[in-house]
């Protein structure tokens, strides 16, 4: 009796065991945010980032081609070199020259380039202090390697890595572009 009760219960347990280990571990999603402040009005900062089709203020982004200007579903393509590549390609998803902000996410692009899948973000200006503004950026995004025991330079850190990097690069020329004025 007592055999056939273990066996049971064996044969019940054994696939949530099985379940349980088998999807214990995988990708997590990965937020980043940066600011910076600079001394100029929001109207002037989103003067220069606002237009989703002008991606002109970042230093890696060597040009932007699109459609659709700032409207819901338009589309950009950043190239990153003179020579007509590597390339970035996004889609918008948000936008409000009111609040000065806008979404937008990732629609291809090769994990060579920037490690990351699933991406999306969020740039948005605010008042800050003595009349300047604060500039966020903020993502959210999964690591190059969707499986599990991901190469080194596709794995969480690297994603982490270089989004932190576009977006330090990108603040970092918006800081020195206005304060310079």
């Known amino acids: ?3 056939r009760l273990i066996a049971a219960l064996s044969m019940l ?3 949530l065991l099985l379940t349980t280990s088998s999807e214990a571990h995988g990708p997590t999603r990965q937020k980043i945010a940066l600011t910076t402040e600079v001394p100029a009005a929001p109207a002037d900062v989103w003067a220069v980032i606002g237009n989703f089709q002008d991606m002109s203020w970042h230093p890696a982004v060597y040009s932007t081609t699109g459609e659709g200007g700032n409207a819901v579903d338009a589309t950009r393509v950043l190239t990153l070199s003179e020579k007509g ?4 390609s996004e889609v918008l998803y948000k936008y409000s020259a009111e609040k000065m902000s806008y979404s937008y996410r990732i629609t291809d692009v090769k994990v060579e380039v920037l490690p990351v899948t699933n991406y999306s973000s969020h740039l948005t200006v605010k008042p800050g202090k003595d009349g300047g503004s604060v500039i966020e950026w903020k993502g959210a995004f999964y690591r190059g390697y969707p499986n ?8 969480d850190e690297a994603a982490i890595a270089a989004v932190t990097a576009v977006y330090k690069a990108g603040l ?3 800081h020195t572009r206005f304060s310079e004025k």
């Open 172 to 174: 970092d020329a918006l």
């Open 148 to 155: 599990n025991d991901p190469p080194e330079n596709l794995n």
């Open 13 to 15: 347990l054994t696939p």
């Open 85 to 88: 590549g590597p390339t970035i």
């Open 1 to 3: 009796m007592m055999l």
